[in-house]
């Protein structure tokens, strides 16, 4: 996500293709790609099961504006990671669910608030098929947090019936059923009905797009496995422009009623060449960016939900969430204690970013310092923060100014080279801290766990010190 500099204060927050005639079949994945090890997250435990390993999301969603209806087919395929006589997702109370079957097999399922509980028993290590037929008006859920450009997670409709999500930490249960724990990568397929000029956006690569009948249907493939945070679904009258970055391509999706902010959005190769400079190249096959009615920005994997607001479609965000196609996407955290994983260097890099070419007041890294001993009193330490101060700035400048001090500890050479060769280590694999900073060990040949306990944990601020 960004946060919005604000410069009396600094700070605030920014949560920060289209081919017609492409492959109508997606490519058949080697699902051992989205093998995982989940686990139970210690800062939103109710969120997820262990004992699941999703593998793949087939997901067929249908919007009826006039009903305001969601009408979702799915197929999933998992592992089970332990024996058991049930397993469970997580799916939004709003959703009934009709039909459900395992293997084939019609198998029971107990729906009580966003528990779904599968009445079938699994064996450790063994590959299911699980599908589901529901449908129900969906409804976003709390957020764990303060923040006033988070309402609410999941997937929101608007006023003139159009949808869009933003769902970390958690929340993509208010439009499919899932395992919704950033531990758990799979691969997605989605297929997206609306009436026309109403369309369908999702990660990944627009394999196919028909309009026939009032009816359009859009059908997007993601190769790369994705935590459930990262994916996203918009459906609106949008405008596609199609760009490129050597032979990367991009595509911009803004309402039809927007069209004067694609100037902001054509930004992106400039900004996305900047990253590939520092950290490589960028890690996946497509781009894309999508414009929805919010005050907030996600780094959606492969497909970035941008707010509509000038900060949000503004450079600083958009280079924050490129940032996080490598550092949250490409490698992601095991457990939302370790969200500073993502906003640290997301935050850095963008700061870093303002200081060659905007000098903004508040944005430049240096500035941050002045500001951290607070953010550390309101939200708790970057690596031990208040779950119900979920992305507050804690998470994000602090570890931001910490990656400045690594810098400066293990000079230029070491950092650039160690920030580009993490993601690649951990590619498409969600991981821990204690990971992380044991193999920045190995790597330097120095014991640094005084220094990033100090700066994740400590209830008092290194920049005071
Ligand atoms: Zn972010």
Redesign the pocket.
Known sequence: ???VAVASTILAM???GCGQDADPEPPDDDLAIAHSEPREDSVYPEAGDPGVDSLHYDLTLDWAPVTRTLTGSQELTFRATEDADHFQLDLGKTLEVSEATLDGDSVEVEHDGKDLVVRAPVTEDTEYVLTLDYAGTPAPVPAPTTRGDMSGLGLTTTPRDTLWTMQEPYGAYTWYAVNDQPSDKALYDFTVTAPSPLVGIANGELVSRTDEAGVTTTKWHLDSPASSYLTTLAVGDYVLTEDSSGDLPITYWLPRNRQWQLEDLRRTPRLLSWLEKRLGPYPFDSLGLVVVPSAS???TQTMITLGNTDYATGPDTIV??L??QWY?DLVTPNDWRDLWM??GM??YLQGLWNDESTQCPGCSVEEWQWSEPGDRFESGPPGDYDPDEF?ENNV?YGPALMWDAFRTLVGDDTFWRLTREWPQEQADHSTDRETWIAWLEEETGRDLDAFFDEWLMSPDSPVDS
Request: glycine fraction near 10%; avoid cysteine; hydrophobic fraction near 35%.
């Open positions: 996500m960004t946060r920014t949560l920060s920005a996600m780094e924050h969430e940032a996080h949250g993502n906003e997301a935050m992305g994000y």
